[in-house]
């Protein structure tokens, strides 16, 4: 019993006072842990001065206090609530706020709980909007989470921005490891936003991404981008093999609407090509007229994320990230996305 105690007494010892990840280097005892706790202090008293700024968005911070360290920030609304989220400060020049974060909880469950960015309701006619969440103010989760759920602050509809970035990032990354664990990172720069109301909030008003809303034609802005990791190759590789020549990379697509009139909301990293028959590349396979129109209403669920809260091709297509997993979960075959970008979350930033 007493050597039993002495453990304990052991590991509660290493716990109190440090983790094994800042266990002191072999010969570097002295001073090591008052060093570690010093800077730690330090860090948390940085940090702990940010809830004095009064600032809109992260630009704001960056241009009025000349913060350059990406990390947690305080940010207020026009309305005076207070709320904390994500600054990207270097990226092209810095200034990006977190406003929202797009997480696929479950693959195999459609339009099931979680699915907070289509419909946790079903995959049902009756509900076309889905949740609504592109185009309403609800907020939920916590921005450390973003990469583990679904996230959206008050910036999503308070900041006046032009122009947003784009974080393709592995699931359950901690926040510190963001950058570094992303698989695809960019960028816009023609400040499209200002034609759209400032925001997502605004530009999905003017295209809302609801079933039965329009036609293919009435798809939303293309916009061109800029890539600060990764390339149009590499985003175009991250697609099934039957999509890649479905659209063209290097571009972000708003509100797609696919043959049979489902609503998508964003398209990360490309452009649809079209959503007729007679412009699907199907060259070299025998497939008959219903095929073809199949094989058209399935094309943009397998690079679209978001959407309404009805997909009458199939509820396969129906959830967060929509087809996906049209020929298996990360099989990367077929019509079926790889498994580095299904497993994803999709960060997005304004400024």
Known sequence: MLSHKLVFWGIFLIFRHASPSVLPPEGQTENYFEIITQADSEHLSRVGDRFKYTARSCKEILNKYGEREDGIYYLTTNNGMKYQTFCDMNTAGGGWTLVASVHENNMIGKCSVGDRWSSQQGNDAYVPDGDGNWSNRNTFGLVESATSDDY??????????????????????????????????????????????????????????????GSCTNRGPAVPIVYDHGDRESTRLLYGPNSRNEFDPGFITFRAINYERAAMAICSGVKPRGCHCEHVSLDGLNMSVHQMINAVTILFAQYCIGGGGYFPESTKQCGDFTGFDWDGVGTHQGWSSSKEITESAVLLFYR
């Open 152 to 213: 959206k602050n008050p910036g999503y509809y308070d900041i006046v921005a032009q122009d947003m970035t784009v974080w393709h990032v592995a699931n359950n990354s901690p926040m510190e490891h963001w950058k570094l664990a992303s698989i695809l990172r960019y960028h816009t720069e023609n400040n499209f936003l200002q034609l759209h109301g400032g925001n997502l909030f605004n530009l999905f008003k003017q295209f809302p991404v609801r079933y039965n809303i």
